[in-house]
């Protein structure tokens, strides 16, 4: 088992910058890939970004390129998502997810999830 814990969500002016962190204990070994997934009231559960677990290799969703950046600590077995510019579309809870599956974007191939952290940024 892997558990995963976020942190740093909350309310910020559009323009404005969050830095999300997501630390994981357990069976870290496992990981291949770590995401960052988010949902809004209502919609379904999107993905926002991914990081290679031994390589750190990233990928981002189109809308989030340029804004977020995707980093790791593996000494601290910590992942990051960096969200620059935010915009008012940006507001959801953001999850934390690990896989034993490389390049997925699907959140069907993320066998782990955190709790969730609050985004919400005004307008």
């Known amino acids: 088992q892997v558990q995963l814990v976020e942190s740093g969500g909350g309310l910020v002016q559009a323009g404005g910058s969050l830095r999300l962190s997501c630390a994981a204990s357990?069976?870290?070994?496992?990981?291949?890939?770590m995401a960052w997934f988010r949902q809004d009231t209502g919609k379904g559960r999107e993905f926002v970004a991914a990081?290679?677990?031994?390589?750190?290799?990233?990928y981002y969703a189109d809308f989030v390129k340029g804004r977020f950046t995707v980093s790791k600590d593996s000494a601290k077995d910590t992942v990051y998502l960096q969200m620059n510019n935010l915009k008012p579309e940006d507001t959801a809870v953001y999850y934390c997810?690990?896989?034993?599956?490389?390049?997925?974007?699907?959140?069907?191939?993320?066998?782990?999830w955190g709790q969730g952290t609050q985004v919400t940024v005004s307008s």
């Open positions: 357990g069976r870290t070994f496992s990981i291949y890939d």
């Open positions: 990081i290679g677990w031994s390589f750190g290799r990233t």
């Open positions: 997810a690990a896989t034993p599956r490389p390049g997925s974007r699907q959140k069907v191939e993320y066998d782990y």
